[in-house]
């Protein structure tokens, strides 16, 4: 038995039958809309280049949450089903400072500026903290005993947790938050449209706001941060040590416990600034938001290969393009189903993702 | 001694907060709570082979869980009534309180004595006393005027799905994020055959097994794309296609499609799309009639009777062959190639054999609320059902169904009996700015999600580990270490 | 081990015997129940807790007594949502329907808001003779032949009499209505979106269908994810197909603020018109300045523009709660008002009787004006408003034919 090769031991090749069929079904029936889709593309080139521009800008955003997933998970394994809810409170967060600064369009760049960067880093410092907290109290404890599981369902329960605190803080009406949480608590806030929207393309039939490349320049300026911390610093070599064996890097002097702290300690500070971000770009925040973005940013991570840096950029990217493209030529309430639809193809080809490697799998 | 009262405190909790929360001769109900897990951990931690020694264990443990009872009771029905309105109401709380205790005490003596027993008629033992709980468990509910009947129906169709999904993730080790799908499918399966919808009004007990066969045709067609990939890469996939099949389902009611140029069929309507599907028929049977859904009782039974079938199934294929090779496929999949496992065909088993579960759950669930929507198959029913077996302890079949009454009725009916009981006790204290917080809404969130975080913190392995991943497991010496 | 059954189960036996003789004291005669089954839980609790605070100001107003105080109303709240769903779930409405229909001292049951929910919950009290009333449901089909599916609406009634009202009017109604206020605000064409579920779904197919009839240029027809972060994609599709009119079917809580934000970033400089589920200050909240000129239409008048009782009410409202009533929230009074008022001309515990009572409430005096329900349950009040956002508030431009 032990010396028979696999291969025969699979008998009838349903699966190239089955991966047959598929192309059979593809070619009659898929052909005539792809060409459709392809010829409208042509059509309206202008239109195609503003759907991949708005595809860069959503993905540099998911790009930013899906780096807190891939930093944990590549360092403790654990799908840290929490992170969109820290995200939603990120935005919750800087929601309240803005009321509490008083901030409006009004308000002059030179003082706007500034309150703007307090804002993004004492959000940062809040959803850093929060994550840090919430590692020592009910994921710290169930590390190394046995199934990864037991914290995945801690996660969820946190998860829940925080969607109920964002549901609570929207009660709060203090005289000195403005009123930026209107009168209904559950309802979605609205932040002020603190970042221009002026078109910088005015004049070639395309539309790239002001607001579009604040968002992309920002992610990219902390995405490229947090690549260099990871791969240059001591303390990032100490991180991708602890993720590849955490027993070896014990051993070599590394304070286990601190440097997974320090995972959940960058992941929280990257949910707060996309928290942010995404909260005055957009234009709303509310309470049950961070599971679609949580849903849609693990997707990226994985589809680049979880765990890896650039990989979840890729993928983030991956996702805002297929998504705009097909809210534009297939149907928006397709999209989803066309997402997940492409990040199953595109696994089956490529097991462990894009740029993944094999360590996902050591589990 | 010591660890009998501690261990017999678990049961005790329980009867406490069931009293407690809620009220009335619920108590008697929480007293067979506190005796029936009190005497299934405390000799499980404690095991006697002595007669007499059995019921001085039965005693104490039903003496620390009927004080905790009586406890709950007096807290619930003396203090607390009378402040949010409820009349007092001496002799009822003296029967619930003596209920409770007789019951209590006479399921933890007859527990512990039965575990005495050798291990074949031991097992017989449980089974009986189980089951005439089980049994009798209606008409108690009826003449407490409980009424949790309602909720004890949806709560056994979600331990069918977990039960079913135990399959995938305890025993083949394969990650489901996305098991809800299969649900929906069976559910839109037997929909679409036993409605009008189609014009096919089949039976319920025909429809029944087009679901389970439709959810396991599906669970393969779903299952093999993810045979190369491994971990959480599975999980992702599985996730995909829970969120799919949702979105496909609402959307595809007008379906057309086209060969080339030549359409095929033009606007079907073949999910009902966001209307869903309804009426559908309900079973029949020669002298109970058709269901009605307003007497509970025979859906109890023909749920109940799914799940025992279901249980003596599953049991019987985890001792199999083929449960034999899911564990080898959980534990090492490059070792389990290698002895000779065709690791294709058991992986795609594992999804097709714990579909056809989820598929039986989706036709009963659809002929008990007699309608379907898309909204019911989300996300957040593949977490839940996760979370069930997770947190009862993964692979095992008894902690997969105590993780899963624990969350469901957590869900169901207790934090919204507390919720409810905190809010009056607001209202009662008069006290004006925490009276716009509604309580029951805005906390419950909170609550189940603290639950679940508690439980894992304090419970890691699940409630109920299973016994044979603790002594296969290499990671068993990381276990030993933790307790 | 068999004689330890027998007496296991005389013990039961026994002690269920007991209990059932104490039971008489818990629903003593001069009790009835009003129940209310809404989703209490995440998106829709903002317009649920409005129609349970009108609900329990109606009592409130009577202290909780009726027919002169010969019977104590007891009012319970019940949330037909879970947690884990976030909404409303199907098994539940079905346990809220079972539990109030065996509680013999339910007379009135007050629900639901979802039109998928009642769906549910309409054939089990059916058969249970427990009348009720929706403040919010719209969906055609439930009550009304020939305006939704072959069979709509007498497979919810299996006992064949009807059971259940409506307060409000449907969405065949206000869909057409809102066509043709489109048109007479001028608009050629119009993009059609929905929040792909039963009610948003619904008001926009027949306001699809009635501009098409009216001769509006229909661009296109799309539904949206009410959950995702953004519609910017669509946003720029929607700008390039420049239609005159955006119509939004669906509610504030499935993004549409966001929705509309994205239009407007996008340089969408049209209208943008949406049903009632967007007649609230949380939509104008949650959209920011964006919301200036948004249309909306909406069953009856607004409430600030009520007379006589009505605004008395408002003010009331206003007063106890401390908060603006959202869109149902009048609904939700007028279904309390409806149930008190049948509950008072029966005087007794009779659901036959009260379901009569309600079912043939004629030229009734309520908060919204004077009206009747007609033999299908739909209420008479079939007037539609049409209101525009303007310096941040609904303001009420006309009524629409």
Known sequence: MATSHPRVAQGVPWRSIGKILIVIFCVLFLTLPLIEMVKAMIADPQLLVRQLLIGLTNGAYIALIALGYTLVYGIVELINFAHGDLYMLGAFFSLTLVGVFSLTPETPWLIRGPLLVVVLLATMAFTATLNMLVDRWAYRRLRGIGSRMAALISAIGISFVFQNL?????????????????????????????????????GTGVRFGAKDLIVVGVSVVLLAALYVFVTRTRLGKAMRATAQDRDAAALMG?????????????????????????????????????????????????????????????????????????????????????????????????????????????? | MQTRIRKSMIGAAFGFAIALISGGFAGILAGLVAGLINGYVVPEAEPLADKRRAIVQGLTVALVGS??????????????????????????????????????????????????????????????????????????????????????????????????????????????????AFFAIGAYAAAMVSSPHFGLSLSFWLAIWVAAAVAAIFGLILGSPTLPLRGDYLAIVTLGFGEIVPIAIKNLDNVSLSLWNYPLFVDVDLTGGTKGINPINRPWLPIIGEFSPSNPIPWYFLILGIMLISIFFISRLRNSRLGRAWTALREDELAAGAMGINTVNVKLLAFAIGATFSGLAGAFYGAYISAIFPESFRFDVSVMLLCMVILGGLGNMSGV????????????????????????LIVASGNESLRDINFASDFRLLLFGLTLVLMMVLRPQGLVPSNGSARVLPVAAGEARHD | MKRLSGFLILLMLTSMIASCGSLASVGSGSTIKIVSSLPRTGSSKGQTDSIVNAIKQRLEEADYKACDGAFTIVYEDMDDATAAAGKWDAAQEASNANKAAGDSAVMVYIGTFNSGAAKISIPILNQAGLVMISPANTYPGLTKPGKGEADEPAKYYPNGTHNYVRVVPADDLQGAAAARWAQSLGAASVYVLDDTELYGKGVADVFEATAKELGIAVKARDGIDGKAADYRALAAKIVAAAPDMVYFGGITQNNAGQLLKDIRAEGFMGKFMGPDGIYETAFIEAAGADAEGV??????????????????????????????????AVYGYESANVAMNAINSVCKQDRAAIQSAVMGTKDFKGILGTWSFDANGDTSLTSMSGAQVVAGKFEFVQPIK
């Not at chain 1, 403005?178 to 449209?193: C, E, Q, T, W």
């Not at chain 1, 849903?295 to 680049?304: H, K, Q, W, Y």
């Not at chain 2, 468990?137 to 079913?164: C, H, K, S």
């Open chain 3, 295 to 328: 249309y909306a239409t909406f069953g009856g008048v607004p409430a600030e523009k009520l007379e006589g009782d009505a605004a008395t009410w408002y003010a009331n409202y206003k007063a106890t709660y401390n908060a603006e009533p959202e869109v149902y």
């Open chain 1, 166 to 202: 964002g549901l609570l803080w929207g009660y709060l009406r203090f005289p000195f938050m403005n009123g930026v949480m209107g009168s209904n608590a559950v309802a979605p806030k609205s932040f002020p449209a603190l970042f221009p929207n002026v078109n910088l393309l005015a």
């Open chain 2, 67 to 180: 004080v905790l009872t009586i406890l709950g009771i007096v807290l619930r029905n003396v203090v607390i009534d009378p402040i949010i309105g409820v009349p007092l109401n001496l002799i009822g709380v003296a029967i619930a309180a003596v209920g409770a205790v007789l019951l209590c005490v006479l399921v933890s003596v007859v527990m512990c004595v039965v575990r005495t027993e050798p291990p074949a008629r031991e097992r017989i033992g449980m089974a009986i006393v189980v089951g005439i709980i089980l049994v009798t468990y209606p008409w108690l509910d009826q003449f407490l005027n409980l009424r949790f009947m309602n909720e004890v129906i949806p709560v056994l169709v979600f331990l069918l799905m977990a039960l079913g999904l135990n399959i995938v993730v305890g025993y083949a080790g394969l990650l489901d994020l996305g098991y809800a």
């Open chain 2, 401 to 424: 169904i105590l993780g899963g009454i624990i969350i469901q009725f957590a869900d169901r009916l207790f934090l919204p009996q507390m919720s409810t009981v905190v809010q009056k």
């Open chain 1, 254 to 363: 590394i304070d286990v416990n601190r440097t997974i702290s320090l995972a959940f300690i960058l992941g929280g500070a990257l949910a707060g600034a996309s928290g942010m971000l995404v909260g005055l770009y957009n234009g709303t925040a509310v309470f049950d938001m961070g599971f679609t973005a949580g849903l849609r940013s693990f997707t990226a991570a994985v589809l680049g290969g979880i765990g890896n840096i650039v990989g979840a950029m890729l993928g983030g990217l991956l996702i805002g393009i297929i998504s705009a493209l097909s809210d534009q030529y297939i149907s928006t309430k397709w999209t989803n189903a066309v997402v997940f639809g492409i990040l199953v193809i595109i696994l089956v080809y490529r097991p462990t993702g894009l740029l993944g490697d094999d360590t996902a799998q050591k589990a």
